[in-house]
């Protein structure tokens, strides 16, 4: 009995602790505001575009391919890629994503409602020990949870990954006040190490709003905080090198990407249009609105706007700012909000990208909520009820003329109904927190009124949010679930082809290998190989020319319709949907023998819907590469023998003659069996990785890159080919984490002996 006790006690201490009450605090608002979208799903929670089509199969693929060894080459991303780099950034990093492991994949669907709940708890739970640092922590409360249910919050909702970023970024700047104002040194590595672990991405951009914090923070006279900086650096490097398991192979993996060195073109320095300017002007003071073809305002957005607080929106910030000019919290919000309008300086955060994401707003909330909580608790020297009173004249203006100038000027608003829910939102909103002002005398009312009125609009903004979303899919939760489970069935006959497949996240889930994929982490390789053939890999593989999925192996494919003089292979069924998988006849499997070759500068003066015709042909090798191959195979020249797209069927017939009898796949490469009638090379439709390397009958041989594609010589005879293949920047990651490990205990073990002495 004593013991049971001493654990009630214990569970009683824990309960009555601030985080834990936040965090409690926090998930029950998350709960009431998801919590029908999961009953109508019958537990399964789904919204629309890429939480379904990426978020969960991504998500389950991970789950599958951990609890299978698969976490070094993976057979279901692209046409093959490195497992750390292709999901680091949108599953390892997420402490949530890996409790889900504990359970069987197929009940991600099921869970992943309530980890969303758990990331807004965490992120409200963390935002509070950052704002009790400045604020009563009765305030700090509120802050959190203007926090976590921002409108960044909501516009993102589909991008599940996002989330966690949010939830974490709190602890840089908790680790910054720790060491600029208690001395406490390794708290700032550790809420680097944090961050740069969850989601690299994000990370870069934090790093950036750090460097922004400490010049507002201290000041500009750098010389005379230079061992303050040094303090910093020393911390940064430390808490990267601690994350340097996942953050080092991440990174290194996207530095292929040829996206990451496309810059902000010049015409897009400063926004023109009248579209442009009432995004801003609804990014700070409404509702974050809905992206893709949702958007109330663009008619495709993916820009992630939104800096709106539940119910105050933009009221305590513009307070705050208004009586406290000088002060640093000012300076850093009013620098973030010129930045949110103006193209040139919002790009700073994304490395001035291409692409004019806001996908860091979520910083500048935190500092809004800060002062926010600040204002909250000290009334009385503000100018609320005024505020108040302006902002909301302001926006019903903005509203009133947005439909007047969309009706009688200029299409402005593509979803009236919902711009008008949103714009009602953000104006009720601000006159209610005008109202509480002038209502409520003393504190106590005060407090309250404002913690249900934000808690309130939390609720409506999420859960309306994420129907809208939900709307916007084109089948219910259970017919999404059937088709996944569907698809779980499917069995390939022959292992050395690939299933047909432009976009191939259902067959992630089942961990099945497709011809496509839908991401934006993508070995350079393939880029390099769509490239050659004249056309671009965005975020969706290209269907590309004729003769490319003879080229790499999609020999199956799924229909959901019967086709007539077909004969089905399989049969699936998914809840009241029936598929069919069918075969293509014309497809070379994942291997085959070549008697020709091409150089680079030969094969771009192929046009480009013959540039797959040619690759049946001929190996495409850089022209530096020409003596190596030319004892084994001959030149071809295209000027001379030319070639058309009614010469696939011989094509694929001849590479048929010698191609792999077999191919054992693995997760650190795989195996092939090839008989040739004299020596010549081997091409294998896998995207070349430094990483692999390669034996044929147990001798080491050189890899040959082939338009971003993988060749090795063979010799006269049947031949064994192994590929192996070790993620070297996972080792380096590894190394790299035990390392700075060991040195931040260091760090903070001598610092300790210090203070002691």
């Known amino acids: 009995?004593?013991?049971?006790?001493?654990?009630?006690?214990?569970?009683?201490?824990?309960?009555?602790?601030?985080?834990?009450?936040?965090?409690?605090?926090?998930?029950?608002?998350?709960?009431?505001?998801?919590?029908?979208?999961?009953?109508?799903?019958?537990?399964?929670?789904?919204?629309?575009?890429?939480?379904?089509?990426?978020?969960?199969?991504?998500?389950?693929?991970?789950?599958?391919?951990?609890?299978?060894?698969?976490?070094?080459?993976?057979?279901?991303?692209?046409?093959?890629?490195?497992?750390?780099?292709?999901?680091?950034?949108?599953?390892?990093?997420?402490?949530?994503?890996?409790?889900?492991?504990?359970?069987?994949?197929?009940?991600?669907?099921?869970?992943?409602?309530?980890?969303?709940?758990?990331?807004y708890a965490a992120a409200g739970a963390f935002a509070y020990g950052y704002i009790k640092?400045?604020?009563?922590?009765?305030?700090?409360?509120?802050?959190?949870?203007?926090?976590?249910?921002?409108?960044?919050?909501?516009?993102?909702?589909?991008?599940?990954?996002?989330?966690?970023?949010?939830?974490?970024?709190?602890?840089?700047?908790i680790g910054y006040e720790k060491l600029v104002r208690e001395g406490k040194k390794g708290w700032l590595a550790l809420g680097v190490c944090v961050n740069a672990f969850v989601n690299y991405y994000f990370f870069i951009q934090e790093v950036i709003f750090l460097i922004l914090y400490f010049l507002c923070r201290e000041g500009l006279n750098i010389w005379k905080k230079r061992k303050l900086i040094g303090s910093f650096f020393v911390e940064g490097i430390l808490g990267v090198g601690m994350a340097g398991v996942l953050f080092l192979p991440s990174v290194f993996f996207t530095m292929q990407n040829p996206r990451i060195t496309r810059l902000l073109p010049l015409n897009h320095w400063f926004y023109s249009g009248k579209r442009d300017l009432l995004q801003v002007v609804h990014t700070l003071f409404f509702p974050g609105e809905l992206m893709s073809s949702q958007s109330c305002i663009k008619e495709f957005d993916w820009s992630s706007w939104s800096a709106y607080l539940p119910m105050i929106g933009l009221t305590m910030a513009l307070c705050f700012i208004l009586k406290n000019w000088k002060s640093w919290i000012t300076k850093i919000i009013v620098i973030c909000l010129i930045a949110t309008g103006i193209p040139v300086l919002n790009s700073v955060f994304g490395m001035f990208s291409d692409t004019n994401y806001h996908r860091w707003l979520f910083m500048l909330i935190l500092l809004m909520s800060l002062a926010s909580a600040l204002v909250m608790e000290d009334r009385a020297r503000y100018p609320l009820k005024k505020i108040s009173l302006i902002i909301g004249a302001f926006m019903i203006l903005a509203t009133v003329g947005s439909y007047w100038w969309s009706e009688n000027k200029f299409q402005l608003i593509y979803q009236p109904d919902t711009f008008f829910v949103w714009s009602m939102t953000g104006i009720l909103g601000v006159l209610f927190t005008g109202i509480i002002a002038i209502a409520c005398r003393n504190n106590k009312s005060f407090y309250l009124c404002m913690f249900m009125g934000i808690a309130v609009f939390s609720i409506f903004t999420t859960g309306y949010t994420s129907e809208l979303y939900h709307r916007n899919s084109d089948r219910s939760p259970q017919e999404y679930y059937d088709r996944?489970?569907?698809?779980?069935?499917?069995?390939?006959?022959?292992?050395?082809?690939?299933?047909?497949?432009?976009?191939?996240?259902?067959?992630?889930?089942?961990?099945?290998?497709?011809?496509?994929?839908?991401?934006?982490?993508?070995?350079?390789?393939?880029?390099?190989?769509?490239?050659?053939?004249?056309?671009?890999?965005?975020?969706?593989?290209?269907?590309?020319?004729?003769?490319?999925?003879?080229?790499?192996?999609?020999?199956?494919?799924?229909?959901?319709?019967?086709?007539?003089?077909?004969?089905?292979?399989?049969?699936?069924?998914?809840?009241?949907?029936?598929?069919?998988?069918?075969?293509?006849?014309?497809?070379?499997?994942?291997?085959?023998?070549?008697?020709?070759?091409?150089?680079?500068?030969?094969?771009?003066?192929?046009?480009?819907?013959?540039?797959?015709?040619?690759?049946?042909?001929?190996?495409?090798?850089?022209?530096?590469?020409?003596?190596?191959?030319?004892g084994l195979m001959e030149e071809y020249n295209w000027n001379d023998e030319g070639l058309s797209l009614q010469d696939e069927e011989v094509l694929v017939n001849e590479r048929c003659e010698e191609a792999s009898e077999e191919l054992t796949k693995k997760y650190n490469g795989f195996r092939s069996t090839i008989t040739v009638d004299r020596n010549k090379y081997a091409f294998f439709s896998v995207p070349y990785d430094r990483g692999f390397s390669a034996y044929v009958n147990g001798e080491k041989v050189k890899i040959l890159e082939s338009n971003g594609m993988m060749a090795v010589p063979l010799k006269t005879g049947m031949n064994e080919i192994q590929f192996m293949y070790i993620n070297y920047n996972l080792i380096i990651g590894v190394i790299s984490t035990m390392i700075f490990l060991i040195l931040w205990l260091c760090y903070n073990g001598g610092i300790k002996r210090r203070k002691v002495k």
Not at 20 to 41: P, Y
Not at 102 to 110: C, N
Not at 149 to 173: R, T
Request: aromatic share 14%; net charge neutral; with cysteine.
């Open 1 to 119: 009995m004593k013991h049971i006790s001493s654990i009630n006690n214990i569970i009683k201490k824990i309960l009555k602790t601030g985080y834990v009450q936040v965090f409690l605090i926090n998930f029950l608002i998350a709960m009431i505001s998801f919590i029908g979208l999961i009953i109508k799903g019958d537990g399964i929670f789904t919204l629309a575009n890429d939480y379904n089509e990426q978020q969960i199969p991504f998500h389950m693929l991970a789950n599958n391919s951990l609890k299978n060894g698969g976490f070094l080459w993976n057979w279901s991303i692209d046409l093959g890629s490195s497992f750390v780099g292709a999901l680091g950034f949108y599953v390892l990093g997420s402490p949530f994503a890996w409790l889900s492991f504990l359970f069987p994949a197929e009940l991600y669907p099921y869970l992943t409602g309530w980890l969303y709940m758990m990331k």
């Open 133 to 173: 640092m400045f604020a009563n922590k009765k305030y700090a409360v509120l802050g959190s949870v203007l926090y976590a249910f921002s409108g960044f919050q909501c516009v993102n909702l589909i991008f599940h990954h996002f989330h966690d970023a949010v939830a974490f970024f709190p602890l840089m700047l």
């Open 484 to 630: 996944i489970m569907a698809f779980h069935d499917i069995k390939i006959p022959d292992n050395r082809y690939r299933i047909a497949s432009d976009d191939n996240t259902l067959l992630m889930t089942a961990s099945l290998p497709g011809t496509g994929s839908f991401t934006s982490m993508v070995n350079g390789s393939i880029y390099k190989f769509y490239e050659a053939l004249g056309t671009s890999r965005p975020v969706f593989t290209p269907k590309g020319p004729e003769g490319l999925r003879a080229l790499l192996g999609g020999k199956y494919y799924v229909s959901a319709q019967v086709e007539v003089g077909r004969e089905c292979i399989q049969t699936i069924y998914s809840g009241e949907k029936t598929f069919y998988l069918y075969e293509h006849h014309l497809t070379v499997p994942i291997g085959s023998a070549y008697d020709n070759y091409m150089t680079e500068s030969q094969f771009q003066k192929i046009p480009k819907e013959l540039r797959a015709i040619a690759m049946l042909k001929c190996i495409v090798i850089s022209d530096d590469k020409k003596d190596i191959v030319s």
